[in-house]
């Protein structure tokens, strides 16, 4: 079987949740209580890894292990959410870069599995649009919203054509962006990684989740392709202040690199004591 057939056939419907994060009782499915005490911890762990003052309203569990089209390209996509309009307005977007990049550094310092699947963890805005045909409270232990199982019908040749379409888009912005200044190169990375973001958002909005623009986003995420925008970054800002601070011997992380190119104003934000500044 092709990558690309194989990456296909995890989208469809499989008769059951997966059996090993979900136990069938009478009244229906709930999640195993070894696993939801796993999550929570984890949730707990990465609360005290932001250092920032937040009123977490909710931990939910979405995406294709709260769903039956789960595979073994699955992972555990554990969302904390919280009301953002506790931070002051004029500080909102610092916070959500914040929150992105405290996401990619907890990632990176901890590789976490749960029976061989990833656990990537979210900060989410209670006011923003989220749309999963399956959520689960994991803080609550109940559906926020029960998955149904779907029968789609899926054109491939659509599918192959609109995924070989935005590899070469991708391919092409980062062949360019290798010519750029850094900060020019990572706008023009960032503006791309943002418009195939807004692309799935539609896509969800509109068709749900077997959309064409939803199921293009989740076979660039299979094969690699989401994680190249990433490592391009990655790399690039390795790069720059790699040479920056060649002569003094230091070694400098993605994060203090990232932190840096956002500004000192987001130093502020990595304190307990938010309220008062």
Do not use: C
Request: charged share 35%; glycine share 6%; no cysteine.
């Amino acid at each position: 079987m092709s990558k690309f057939k194989k990456i296909v056939q995890s989208f469809y419907a499989k008769d059951n949740l997966n059996p090993k994060v979900w136990n069938e009782t009478k009244s229906g499915f709930v999640m195993d209580s070894k696993i939801r005490e796993h999550l929570l911890s984890i949730a707990d762990n990465f609360i005290e890894f932001i250092k920032v003052d937040i009123i977490v309203d909710d931990i939910i569990l979405t995406g294709s292990l709260a769903n039956y089209n789960w595979s073994e390209f699955s992972d555990f996509d554990l969302h904390l959410v919280a009301d953002f309009e506790q931070f002051p307005e004029d500080k909102l977007e610092l916070y959500k870069e914040l929150f992105n990049l405290k996401k990619t550094l907890y990632n990176d310092e901890h590789d976490i599995t749960i029976y061989k699947y990833d656990v990537e963890l979210y900060v989410q805005d209670a006011n923003e649009a989220h749309f999963s045909s399956g959520v689960y409270s994991v803080l609550h232990n109940k559906w926020l919203v029960k998955p149904k199982k779907e029968g789609f019908e899926l054109d491939e040749k659509v599918l192959k054509q609109k995924v070989q379409s935005m590899m070469k888009k991708i391919d092409l912005t980062i062949e360019e962006a290798k010519e750029e200044p850094t900060e020019v190169a990572l706008e023009r990375v960032d503006k791309l990684r943002k418009k195939i973001k807004d692309m799935r958002g539609e896509g969800l909005k509109e068709g749900g989740e077997y959309s064409y623009e939803n199921l293009m986003f989740k076979f660039l995420r299979r094969n690699g392709y989401i994680q190249k925008l990433f490592d391009f970054q990655t790399q690039t800002l390795d790069k720059e202040f790699s040479i920056e601070n060649k002569e003094l011997g230091e070694e400098v992380t993605f994060g203090d690199a990232y932190a840096k190119l956002l500004g000192s104003k987001i130093t502020g934000l990595m304190t307990k004591n938010l309220p008062g500044n």
